[in-house]
């Protein structure tokens, strides 16, 4: 058999994720690697360990990246907190929702769904009647930033009202984390997950997670063991845990976590907030130019994520058929709707690295132009309402 070698094109990655990568993760991955019991390496845990807990806002303990992409710390928090029995309440207000609401019932748990409008924000409504309805419920589960929409859900008030009715949270965190607002110290989450992809702006597969001390003393309780070996937290904890020490538990993706490492560095070089605001102010300009053009937001301005931006198709426009001819033209990468809004919305990404004026100019004016050339939009609005956002901010 006779293969080349594998050589990408450059794209501009403004999708739902992954976001494009710093340079200087890309440059980490290519460090030399050593063994992942080596006392230089185990050194490096304990300080991402610390950078992690930074961009979370929290002091727990129980902090690091699962060696797994997001959807396995999502099953992380699920299979050491869930136990067969259980009751659940799951927030659906998207494809995440009720991704959560399937790791309940593979743990051997009931489910009770507080379902919301995809588009809509968790009602703390609907949350409060079923934790009165539900007094032997266990967990609250929902999504903070529902990839699939872009919306953002209340963390602070839900972990509030889960605490008044002796529930442990569950929060995904996979888009928010690095991007928007997220204090789990403050907030009174209790397990939490995200992942390496988005606003972190490393390469996909690893996740982040963190579980209060609530939630240990739940899992070092348990009276059934954890349904995953590799993701038992009981043995985990062993490779993961604190003093120098590290008890055998898997080969870790040495690479992936020097790049984990470094993007955790480039965040706390800007500063947690700085980065917020970042992110805050290119949706900004973003969200004008996209208005310039006459697209609408799927989410209300009050409940919409700045990384993650669901806009109307124009009637009659193929969405296919556009992002098709960014690829093509551009090399700029945007994503497609899901569920009910496939074929509906774009979902444009402003995430970690790629949240800056040149890829917010480089979708506008590729997008202006392919549209422009369908007849749905007439050229020249778009960068100029945007160019006037920034100079406002």
């Given at each position: 058999?006779?293969a080349k070698s594998f ?190 992809q988005k606003c972190l ?193």
């Amino acid at each position: 058999m006779q293969a080349k070698s594998f050589l990408p094109p450059q794209r501009t990655l403004m999708g739902p994720g992954p976001s494009d990568v710093n340079p200087r993760v890309l440059s980490a991955m290519s460090r030399p690697i050593i063994g992942h019991l080596d006392p230089v390496f185990v050194g490096m845990m304990e300080e991402m360990k610390g950078l992690l807990q930074y961009a979370f806002q929290t002091e727990n303990a129980l902090t690091l990246p699962v060696s797994a992409p997001g959807s396995a710390g999502m099953e992380t928090c699920f299979a050491n907190l869930v136990e067969p029995g259980d009751k659940a309440i799951v927030c659906i207000n998207g494809v995440f929702g009720t991704r959560m609401k399937e790791n309940v019932e593979r743990c051997g748990g009931t489910a009770v769904v507080v379902e919301d409008d995809w588009g809509a924000p968790v009602s703390p409504g609907k949350v409060e009647d079923a934790l009165k309805g539900n007094p032997d419920a266990k967990i609250l589960a929902f999504v903070h930033a529902e990839t699939s929409t872009g919306a953002c859900s209340d963390v602070e008030t839900l972990c509030r009202l889960a605490r008044e009715h002796d529930c442990l949270t569950i929060v995904d965190a996979v888009t928010s984390l690095g991007g928007s607002p997220l204090k789990v110290d403050d907030w009174g989450v209790d397990a939490i997950y995200s992942g390496s992809q988005k606003c972190l702006s490393c390469t996909p597969g690893l996740s982040p997670v963190s579980f209060s001390e609530r939630a240990v003393e739940r899992i070092q309780a348990r009276s059934h063991k954890v349904q995953s070996w590799f993701l038992d937290l009981n043995l985990v904890m062993g490779y993961w845990g604190g003093g120098g020490k590290r008890a055998y538990h898997h080969t870790a993706p040495i690479n992936a976590l020097y790049a984990l490492h470094e993007s955790l560095v480039i965040l706390a070089e800007e500063g947690l907030e700085n980065s917020w605001n970042r992110h805050a102010r290119h949706h900004a300009a973003l969200r004008a130019g996209l208005e310039a053009m006459g697209l609408t937001f799927l989410v209300d301005e009050a409940h919409r994520l700045p990384q993650l931006n669901a806009v109307h198709v124009p009637a009659g426009v193929d969405e296919a058929a556009v992002r098709a001819e960014l690829l093509e033209r551009y090399n700029l990468e945007i994503g497609a709707g899901l569920g009910p809004y496939a074929g509906k919305v774009w979902r444009i990404g402003l995430m970690g690295h790629g949240a800056n004026e040149r890829n917010v100019s480089l979708c506008l004016s590729a997008l202006e132009a392919v549209l422009a050339d369908m007849g749905a939009v007439k050229p020249g609005q778009a960068l100029a309402a945007a160019r006037a956002r920034y100079k406002q901010s």
